[in-house]
Each structure stands twice: as C-alpha cells, then as structure tokens.
C-alpha cells in the first residue's frame, strides 16, 4: 500500500471553515482511494484529546506541533505564516513515504525535514499569498496589522517561488490561479493542475424551502468576511426592511477570538442574529431563504459558496464572491455588485421559488461535473507515483 504525508497548517478536525473542510476531505479521498495516509498538524495550541481520538481513527500516525510565536519569527525575512511553523522540519516520523502533500506554503518549514528527502512533493495552493495579504492589508483599519500583512505580502513575492519550484505537483484549489501561475510561469505548466474542493453528488440536498431569511456563514475573525457582513448590514439590509418577515442570519467561527466590533453592529438591528461557532450548520441552511456572499475583496475559492450550494441554498454574490468558481450569473447564482442590485437580487430569489429550484438545480450539475477532487488527484497521482517506482 502506498503512503501519503498530509502536512497541515492547521489542525483540520472538525472541518469548521473553507480550508479545514479541503484539508479534511483530501485526508478522506486519499484513504478512499486506497492510500495509507498519515498527518502532520502545526496548530495555535493542543486540540482536544477528543478530536485527536477521532482524527487517529482515519489516519495511521498523528503528529501534532505547536508554532511559535516568539518576536525572531516577526522579524524573520521568511514570512511569519512561516516561521512560526519551523518546528515540522524537527518532526521524527521514522518513516518514507511516496507523497507528501503541503498544505499551503505556510508549511514549507517541512522542506526541510528529512522525510521530505526521496518523495514526490506536492504543494496545495489554496491562495496566491502576495495578492491575499496585499488585500488583508488594504482592507484593515489598524496600521499595526497594516503593516504586518504588506510585510508578509512582500516576503511572500519572494518565498512563495522557491516553493513552487521545488515541488513536483502543484495543485491548485482555483482554476484561475492555476491559469495565471502557467501564464507567468510556462515551465510549470506540466505540473499545475486544477484540483477543485471535493463535492459528491449523494450528498447534495434539494433546494432549500426555507423562510425569508438571508443567510451567511464564514470565518467571522477574518477581515475579509466580518467587512463583507458590515457592508450588507449597513447597505443592503435597509433596502429589504419593508418586506415581511426578512431578517439576517449571520454565523460562523471565532474559535473564541473576540468579534466585537461585529457584535456591536448586530445589536442595533432587530433583525439581524449573530451566531458563533456553531455546532451543525444544517438548521441555519434548511431555515433560510437565500445564502448571501458579499464579499468584496480576497482570493482562492470562496468555499463558503460550494458548501451552500450542497446544502441546497441559492445564492447571491459579489463578483468577487465567485471569482475561480467557474459559476454564471443567473445559471448558477445571481452576482450582485451595488446594494441596490444585491437587496433587488436577494428579494427575486425570496419571492421567486422557480428561479431558486433552476438556479441550485444548474449549479448542483456543475458541481457534480466539475469539482471531483477524488478523479482529479487519482489521475496525476497514479501517473506521478508510477513514474517514481
């Protein structure tokens, strides 16, 4: 049986956001698929001895570091995402493996360990890091975090290469991204492949019944979601006060990380509700009307986006929102750039039970055709590790 390393940037159980949920479902294709596959996490702090139990009972060796946070790995010419994770090039696995899969530069300290020596190297790019800070720092209103992000941004523009070129596979979770890199760099064209988050038909529901609430889920410590949140609910939720019975569900993770500039705006609206990490995600789908992503700003594929679509939820987005999705306006989902044209997109799907069915019932087919992370890594797999016999 051949053996895959995942090496995560952080603990992926329970899949609570975007990238634990890819992180956690290539874990499950790769032994799906056949492969023995062990776990490398660099995590804030220990998980619970409870979620460790769960994650050992699918992978066949856990290893878990914690990064390191010290002022060395601030000041450091590596980014910091980085160097706080230097501990995984120490890790004593005491053991080859065919493959080895980064999840993210973040964990390129690996590199560096000698498990890494004698393997196919595979890096998952879920984001072009020097555009992803560039926006983290644009989009902050604190100069201190300002200044940090256009740090990491520009050590990026130079770490982020030499990465690329020592993988063999990158594997890229945008299209478009993937599409950009093979443009600026053709002699990676070979090696750069579409391999999209994983949908499975048997587990998409139908189009969501719900009231007339609008829906949004995500990452609420993430400048990008908590600004995209403060701009519907400051421009767009207005514009939808006089229908009867609209309100505005807001959830997502904090990870106990305080939100209360959030919070503060929540309370002054009787009818917008505030909801922080919780448990099960399917009540807050089956009992909304629409899924909202107005986000204006970030990079890679909004996983929030094809998570709603399984659930069953229509949807209207930015253009941002959907950008790499390969998704069409008013195929797949309404795309919305003004509040205006957000609330009017927001009332059509809650007045028109017809244009939800179509538009969930377009994107679900694309879904099924085109995001299948299990055929895409089973084909470059199998011809990458029979090619390193």
């Known amino acids: 049986m051949k053996s895959v390393l995942v090496v995560a940037m952080d603990f992926p159980y329970p899949p609570g956001h975007g990238s634990a949920v890819d992180m956690w479902t290539r874990i499950l294709v790769l032994k799906e698929m ?7 996490a660099s995590v804030n702090e220990m998980p619970e001895e ?85 926006e983290f720092a644009e989009g902050s209103g604190n100069w201190l975090k300002k200044l940090y992000y256009y740090s990491e941004s520009l050590k990026f523009r130079f770490f982020s290469p030499k990465v690329k070129r020592t993988c063999d596979l990158l594997w890229f979770i945008s299209d478009n991204e993937r599409q950009k890199h093979v443009r600026r760099n053709p002699q ?51 514009l939808l006060s006089d229908l009867e019975g609209y309100s505005f569900q807001v959830a997502g993770r904090t990870a106990g990380q305080p939100i209360p500039k959030l919070k503060r705006l929540v309370q002054q609206y009787k009818n917008v509700f505030l909801e922080e990490d919780p448990a099960v995600l399917d009540g807050l789908y089956e009992n909304a009307a629409v899924f909202v992503n107005p986000v204006i700003c970030g990079a890679g594929v909004k996983i929030k986006v094809i998570q709603a679509l399984q659930a069953g939820m229509p949807i209207v987005s930015t253009s941002m929102g959907v950008e790499g999705t390969g998704f069409k306006d008013s195929v797949h989902l309404l795309v919305a750039d003004t509040a205006h044209e957000f609330a009017t997109c927001v009332r059509r799907l809650i007045a028109e039970p017809k244009l939800r069915k179509s538009l969930v019932s377009n994107a679900q087919a694309f879904l099924s055709e085109r995001y299948d992370m299990k ?14 016999c």
Not at 34 to 39: A, N
Not at 103 to 114: C, G
Not at 214 to 224: E, K, P, R, V, W
């Open 375 to 388: 055929s895409n890594m089973q084909n470059v797999l199998s011809e990458t590790l029979s090619s390193s």
């Open 34 to 40: 056949g492969y023995r596959v062990d776990l490398l």
């Open 188 to 238: 990676d064209d070979l090696k750069s492949h579409f391999v999209p988050p994983h949908v499975k038909p048997t587990t998409m529901h139908p189009c969501s019944t719900g009231n007339r609430t609008a829906l949004f889920i995500g990452t609420l410590t993430i400048s990008h979601n908590s600004d995209a949140v403060a701009w519907y609910v400051e421009n767009v939720h207005p």
């Open 50 to 134: 409870a979620l460790m139990r769960t994650v050992r009972e699918t992978v066949g060796s856990l290893w878990v570091v914690v990064r390191r946070r010290g002022l060395k790995s601030i000041l450091s010419v590596v980014p910091f995402q980085v160097r706080s994770r230097i501990g995984l090039q120490n890790v004593q696995l005491g053991q080859h493996y065919d493959a080895v899969v980064l999840e993210s530069e973040y964990v390129a300290a690996f590199l560096k360990n000698p498990a890494a020596r004698q393997t196919k190297l595979i890096l998952r790019v879920h984001n072009e890091q020097v555009s992803y800070f560039r």
